[in-house]
């Protein structure tokens, strides 16, 4: 409830009697409003979004009964699984999704602390439950890879699987000592991976978040936290999720400023572009669409709202 209601409890002031100079101006992205999906009761508190690189889907986690809800590119709910509850295949509390380009949806469990796998017709294929300690982020690889956070170990992982045949291939720890790091995205083109860290602050204060680039190879190019951003940047950024656009630029959801926001590319990173800077209240989760749509995942309204250049 701190971590929910702190970072955007201290910029929510500031957001609401910010003048048109402020550091959350309309960015000249040309960015519209095109679609806005769910809402309460269709989702429960909604955790994770994902776009179906070739088919334009998206697959949403949250906590309702049926946990993964999977949207047309037009916003028709097209199919709803992942029961609540103890079985195999039921899902406990998801934390994150993302879809391969083979067509499966993938989840983390945070209830079970394993990384589940289904086709898009809600059957089970594959559940990884050994070896983590808490599983939250991941996306996908061109590859069908997935790329995966451990906040509790500190760790990232590659896993890759034969999801057609139900397989675990291999499970390879990519980078250690890593402070609670939880969202993340692969760049499509370069290989590039980028974590938001969130580190914890010693007395009242909320904490904040760090931002982490690595190359192909896992070497660190880039990194900022909150902090150093407020130096550079007109104001705090407490960053909750992370995408890459097609040009290979990293863009963060804020949530100090209820905002999502271009920090650059690796090499030019960060600077600052604010894409989307009003009708959100809590940004989640973030995805670009095949299309370049931009896929916000608010879960201060419990939607999903879809951009595109206007």
């Not at 994770?48 to 809800?69: N, Q």
């Not at 997935?146 to 720890?173: H, N, P, V, W």
């Not at 999720?241 to 090499?267: H, M, N, W, Y």
């Not at 896929?295 to 206007?310: A, E, F, M, P």
Request: proline share 5%.
């Amino acid at each position: 409830l701190l971590e929910l209601l702190g970072p955007a409890g201290g910029g929510l002031a500031s957001a609401l009697g910010r003048s048109g100079g402020g550091a959350a101006a309309p960015a000249p992205a040309g960015l519209g409003l095109r679609l806005c999906l769910g809402g309460w009761g269709s989702l429960v508190n909604p955790t994770g979004v994902a776009a179906c690189p070739r088919s334009g889907r998206l697959a949403v986690a949250h906590d309702g009964k049926k946990r993964i809800h999977v949207f047309g590119p037009s916003g028709f709910c097209l199919r709803r699984f992942g029961e609540r509850g103890d079985a195999g295949n039921d899902i406990k509390y998801p934390l994150d999704v993302t879809v391969t380009s083979d067509g499966h949806v993938v989840v983390t469990d945070g209830g079970d602390c394993s990384v589940k796998a289904f086709d898009f017709e809600g059957r089970g294929v594959l559940a990884i439950r050994e070896g983590f300690c808490l599983p939250w982020g991941l996306d996908a690889t061109p590859k069908s890879e997935i790329i995966l956070t451990d906040s509790e170990a500190g760790a990232l992982y590659r896993l890759t699987a034969d999801f057609q045949r139900g397989k675990l291939k291999k499970c390879q720890m990519i980078r250690s000592r890593l402070v609670s790091p939880r969202a993340v995205a692969v760049c499509q083109t370069s290989g590039a991976v980028v974590v938001i860290e969130h580190l914890k602050a010693r007395g009242p204060s909320n904490g904040s978040t760090r931002v982490k680039i690595f190359s192909a190879e896992m070497d660190l190019i880039g990194q900022m936290d909150s902090f150093g951003l407020n130096l550079v940047f007109p104001s705090r950024i407490y960053a909750t999720a992370v995408a890459f656009d097609r040009e290979g630029r990293v863009v963060v959801t804020d949530v100090c400023s209820q905002a999502v926001i271009c920090l650059g590319k690796p090499e030019e990173f960060p600077i600052f572009n604010p894409l989307i800077s009003h009708g959100l209240s809590y940004p989640v989760g973030l995805t670009y669409m095949a299309n370049d749509s931009l896929v916000v995942l608010d879960s201060g309204d419990h939607s999903i709202k879809v951009y595109s250049s206007t």
